[in-house]
């Protein structure tokens, strides 16, 4: 997570851009643009998803309507697994949290774009346990969290 944004990440600053942006560090962990919803006076929202390789596409379809998620991709999935264990386990036939894997949340942040545009960027919050543990993270995805789409 120390490396410079890669070439391919674009700067954000056009409404419609949904190239991947590079992660920002914060303790013990990051946080990543994932989805930007765009207002409008006289219809309901849309919604684009930013291009990033660490967690699913967001929107999952349901006979209710659309859900918002957040969960990692399947090689991502795989490799905390791997150091962290599961994300769940039981004790005496109950379920509880495995307090070594990262917690995830949405976080969002209100924005004006010229020409009367406004959006709300929604951000994947990501906290490990410890900073070795975030650190180990952003080693082996350093090219995914520059922004850059690998593989």
């Not at 962290?84 to 949405?106: E, F, H, K, M």
């Not at 774009?113 to 406004?118: D, F």
Request: glycine letters at 6%.
């Amino acid at each position: 997570m120390t490396q410079p944004p890669s070439a391919l990440a674009a700067p954000l600053d056009e409404p419609g851009c949904v190239d991947p942006a590079p992660a920002k560090r914060i303790a013990k962990g990051f946080r990543l643009l994932v989805l930007r919803c765009y207002h409008h006076e006289c219809a309901p929202p849309s919604f684009a998803c930013i291009e990033q390789r660490i967690f699913r596409t967001p929107e999952r379809s349901s006979r209710h309507g659309l859900h918002f998620g957040l969960a990692f991709r399947p090689e991502v999935m795989s490799w905390l697994i791997e150091r962290l264990g599961r994300p769940s386990t039981t004790d005496q036939n109950r379920p509880y949290r495995n307090p070594q894997w990262p917690t995830v949340a949405w976080r969002s942040v209100g924005r004006n774009w010229p020409e009367a545009v406004s959006t709300t960027e929604w951000f994947a919050e990501v906290m490990f346990f410890s900073q070795a543990h975030a650190d180990s993270f952003g080693e082996r995805w350093s090219k995914r969290l520059a922004g850059e789409l690998d593989e």
